[in-house]
């Protein structure tokens, strides 16, 4: 079985300039999940999708943003690049959210902003 | 709003050794997640523990969960190099659908020959 994808692998951005982050979850999940690794930030919850809807959002400016797809694909983008917005960005997919539903990890697609 | 500590966040130790990672969250969680993180890699999922004593074992690696005293640990038994690794700690908070898991700042565990 299929783990979570993430495309772009690496990335390099100058200021101000817009990315877009995808993530494929693991098929039958429905939810995927979006967090950030900063270096010495540690891993900061961005944004949660379930069944094409955001339920959740973390303590992250407006710039943030994302969908998800009929598919259960999910965007994830920024704009106005920041320098602090280099990172690793992680995202995740569970089956649902039961107690027990195991969040799962894709590689990461890393940022960096010069 | 949950609050998760780890300790310690470096830790080496030589092979064969036991030590024990220890996780505090800070209010009522009802589930408490073990990762592990290779260098530049993703995060492997290696524990979910739901309710108070709760145990999990898998080869030289056990988690426990001490909902009263709001603490899991993850102990490690006679150390092998392998194991060298990142760990992090992540407490779930559920509230009416809502789902997010909250990390701690992660142990980063080196096995020394």
């Known amino acids: 079985e299929a783990g979570v994808t993430q495309s772009p692998t690496h990335l390099i951005k100058t200021r101000g300039q817009q990315v877009t982050l995808r993530c494929s979850p693991i098929?039958?999940?429905?939810?995927v999940y979006w967090y950030q690794q900063a270096l010495g930030l540690g891993l900061q919850f961005l944004l949660w999708?379930?069944?094409?809807?955001?339920?959740n959002r973390g303590n992250f400016p407006p710039r943030f943003s994302g969908r998800q797809f009929p598919n259960y694909s999910s965007e994830l983008n920024v704009n106005a690049l920041e320098l602090e917005d280099s990172a690793l960005y992680l995202c995740?997919?569970?089956?649902?959210?039961?107690?027990?539903?195991?969040?799962?990890f894709g590689p990461g697609t890393r940022l960096t902003v010069l | 709003e949950l609050k998760v500590e780890q300790n310690p966040l470096f830790l080496s130790m030589q092979e064969g050794k036991n030590y024990t990672i220890y996780c505090n969250y800070s209010?009522?969680?009802?589930?408490l997640y073990w990762y592990r993180q290779d260098p530049g890699k993703s995060l492997e999922s290696l524990f979910v523990?739901?309710?108070?004593?709760a145990v999990k074992q898998e080869g030289r690696l056990m988690a426990s969960l001490d909902t009263k005293a709001r603490l899991s640990t993850l102990h490690i038994t006679a150390a092998v190099h392998d194991l060298s690794a990142t760990y992090f700690c992540?407490?779930?908070?559920?509230?009416?659908?809502?789902?997010?898991?909250?990390f701690g700042t992660g142990t980063r565990l080196t096995i020394i020959p």
């Open positions: 209010t009522t969680s009802d589930r």
């Open positions: 995740a997919s569970s089956p649902g959210t039961r107690p027990g539903d195991t969040q799962y």
């Open positions: 098929s039958g999940h429905t939810s």
């Open positions: 992540a407490g779930g908070s559920s509230n009416f659908g809502n789902e997010k898991l909250t």
């Open positions: 999708y379930d069944e094409g809807e955001e339920r």
């Open positions: 523990l739901l309710s108070n004593g």
